[in-house]
């Protein structure tokens, strides 16, 4: 059985993080054409859940589904049928921090919408209810490299299975006091809709592989620390390499002791 | 997909820390669960909680991970010579080849609801909670690898109660691109107040022993465990009476976060798929592990699906009555009895059904059967409507 290359093209890209409110605005900013000036993170609201649903999400549900759905528009893709992986560090801080105060006290009565709400696959549930997806939905968590072990999972997916798989990944800040065991930044989150076929409006075809060489730092010092700060944002130099249609490899963090080496052939 | 070998595995719950005392639980009939007294938890609630967690110590280097997940994951490991197997395999194939793929639900959740409760001045949490190494879900992942020296790739599953199915099919994949030679996969999930606490919210827990598939049926028994297999790439022909992994389904409802559709149509469409990719029809399959949680909702979604797959003869039971729900863990925790029920040529009885709901139109087992069994099946359903069906073959 001789190996089978895990590879994949990118058709679309969905990103959201301060300063970079989605891939449009984002791109030129992380090829260098245009300065990177830091802002709030600005979330959407999800028009694709029902009202009820919609009441329900907190920011960490809708930044991932938000980013999910800027990659998915950009390919003719049906979301009912599509294969997802969503990969973040925690679920969400929020809820998590409201759930652990009320356990706290005495009355310890939690609501039922928030715990089911605080699941690390509340975002996958959500978006399979909005998009009528009934296909396969995958929920990871690898800590800082939950981008790269979202991305690994995706394109086995894609390598092995021959279907088109969504991959999102996002965090949200926790509030304080979790805040200061975990100092995470403002919200960051990326989707890649990677197809097995090669198509016209890919971005790239991409292949990964695991390496011990380390992970490649972005030039801009404000970037560099989103990116050494947001787990999500690991995966800012292969959107750089995207940004500027550049073809060549790039490292990115994985797992403590090793890292992932992405082949980048851009198409664009 | 290609047949995997499940070279060796272990399970500790409620009704057994080892094979050797799950399998004597599982043949007489006998159930774990007890009142809750977890903690400072003060509600009407039977679990399985498993005895002498909290005596477990951690290796002195490994301190920072101590937690109570950690605790039964060790407890878990050091059962069926587990650890040996895995340095076994990890000589033959390199550690760099050898995957771990784990689920929980709540890691260990349950250290920062205590730290929560020792906050000091100006709400500070304590020195003492580490983030990293107890809550967050990929402790578990760091932890466990560690303890069994691997370091090929590696992530935590998420999906609730469908978790540690999922991982069968992640480490399936990596073996399928020969990224890796084998892996770890596996579920821990230990009791904590968020889960016994939200479950009561939702109004999803019995003040009984949850009563799988009853007619009178009121709810879920929480429970803990830690369940591993490890699965290596096939060299050669299977041996005669090896266990095998041979399909996996996997699906979600699109209908509801904590409810599953009520026709069942997110779980039909994961045993489809399972037998699907394990070449078989519904009438290959000798038993069912139903995830059968003892709510009225989920046992009555299932049952119809079932029914409606495999018809009114095929043998099915739920081994919750037993083990109470284990969550996270669940996944893997009932691949490994299927694996115990393939080995020891028998189909477990469900237990606390007394009234077998009328609706359940299948041959619901409330005694164990002895008999050879071929090709079963496993069922894990969660939260966000995530579904996974294991298929598990004893080779001929």
Redesign the interface.
């Known amino acids: 059985m001789p190996p089978v290359a895990l590879t994949a093209h990118i058709v679309g890209i969905g990103l959201a993080g301060p300063g970079l409110p989605d891939w449009s605005a984002a791109a030129p900013i992380l090829a260098g054409e245009r300065p990177y000036q830091p802002a709030p993170t600005v979330l959407p609201v999800i028009e694709a859940l029902p009202p009820a649903e919609r009441r329900r999400t907190g920011s960490t549900v809708r930044l991932a589904l938000a980013v999910a759905q800027q990659a998915l528009a950009e390919a003719a893709i049906d979301p009912t049928t599509l294969s997802t992986v969503f990969a973040s560090s925690g679920a969400d801080g929020a809820l998590c921090h409201e759930i652990c105060l009320t356990l706290a006290s005495e009355e310890r009565q939690i609501s039922p919408t928030r715990f089911h709400n605080s699941v690390h696959n509340a975002a996958a549930g959500y978006w399979s209810i909005a998009m009528k997806a009934r296909a396969r939905s995958n929920a990871l968590c690898a800590f800082d490299g939950s981008f790269a072990a979202g991305l690994l999972e995706a394109i086995a997916q894609v390598a092995v299975d021959g279907v088109p798989v969504l991959l999102a990944a996002y965090e949200t800040a926790y509030p304080e006091p979790l805040h200061a065991k975990r100092p995470l930044p403002d919200a960051f989150g990326v989707a890649l809709l990677l197809d097995p076929r090669p198509g016209a409006g890919a971005h790239a075809r991409i292949t990964v592989s695991l390496t011990d060489d380390a992970a490649e730092p972005m030039p801009q010092a404000p970037l560099e620390a989103l990116r050494t700060g947001a787990p999500a944002a690991r995966s800012l130099p292969l959107l750089r390499h995207l940004a500027r249609a550049q073809s060549g490899a790039v490292v990115i963090d994985y797992l403590e002791n090793l890292r992932m080496r992405i082949e980048v052939s851009a198409c664009r | 997909m290609?047949a995997l070998p499940l070279t060796h595995f272990t399970a500790t719950s409620c009704i057994g820390s080892g094979l050797a005392g799950t399998l004597d639980s599982l043949l007489e009939r006998r159930s774990g669960l007890a009142p809750c007294a977890f903690e400072t938890v003060r509600l009407e609630t039977h679990i399985g909680q498993v005895p002498g967690v909290d005596d477990v110590r951690l290796p002195p280097e490994l301190a920072r991970f101590d937690s109570r997940n950690h605790r039964l994951a060790l407890l878990g490991l050091s059962q069926d010579r587990f650890i040996e197997a895995v340095a076994g395999c990890a000589a033959r194939w390199g550690r760099?080849r050898v995957g771990l793929f784990l689920g929980t639900?709540t890691s260990g959740m349950l250290e920062?609801?205590i730290a929560?409760?020792r906050?000091g001045p100006g709400?500070?949490?304590p020195s003492t909670?580490d983030?990293?190494a107890t809550?967050?879900?990929?402790?578990l992942?760091?932890f466990v690898g560690r303890v069994l020296g691997i370091?090929g790739?590696?992530?935590?599953?998420?999906?609730?109660c469908s978790s540690s199915a999922?991982v069968f099919?992640?480490a399936r994949?990596?073996i399928?691109?020969?990224?890796i030679d084998a892996a770890v996969v596996g579920g821990v999930d230990s009791l904590c107040?968020?889960t016994l606490?939200?479950?009561h919210?939702?109004?999803l827990t019995s003040r009984a022993p949850c009563r799988p598939f009853d007619a009178a049926r009121d709810g879920i028994s929480i429970g803990e465990a830690a369940a591993f297999a490890l699965l290596e790439r096939p060299s050669g022909a299977a041996r005669p009476g090896q266990i095998l992994f041979t399909g996996i389904g996997?699906?979600?409802?699109?209908?509801?976060?904590?409810s599953p559709h009520p026709q069942g149509?997110?779980a039909r469409?994961a045993m489809c798929q399972a037998l699907e990719s394990a070449g078989l029809a519904p009438r290959d399959i000798d038993y069912i592990n139903l995830h059968g949680t003892g709510t009225p909702g989920n046992d009555s979604a299932e049952g119809r699906a079932v029914s409606g797959l495999f018809g009114p003869g095929v043998a099915a039971s739920s081994t919750k009555g037993a083990t109470g729900h284990t969550l996270g863990a669940a996944g893997a925790l009932e691949a490994v009895f299927c694996a115990l029920a393939l080995r020891h040529g028998f189909a477990p009885g469900g237990l606390n059904t007394t009234r077998l709901d009328p609706e359940a139109r299948f041959d619901y087992l409330c005694e164990s059967r002895r008999q050879p069994l071929t090709r079963v099946l496993s069922n894990s359903f969660?939260?966000?409507?995530?579904n996974c069906s294991l298929v598990l073959q004893r080779a001929s």
């Open positions: 290609t760099r639900s920062t609801e929560y409760r906050r709400g500070a949490l909670l983030y990293a809550h967050n879900p990929y402790a992942v760091a370091e790739p590696s992530a935590v599953t998420c999906t609730a999922k099919g992640s994949r990596m399928e691109a020969q990224l107040l968020t606490y939200g479950f919210s939702l109004q996997e699906s979600s409802d699109a209908y509801h976060m904590s149509l997110g469409a969660g939260f966000g409507g995530s």
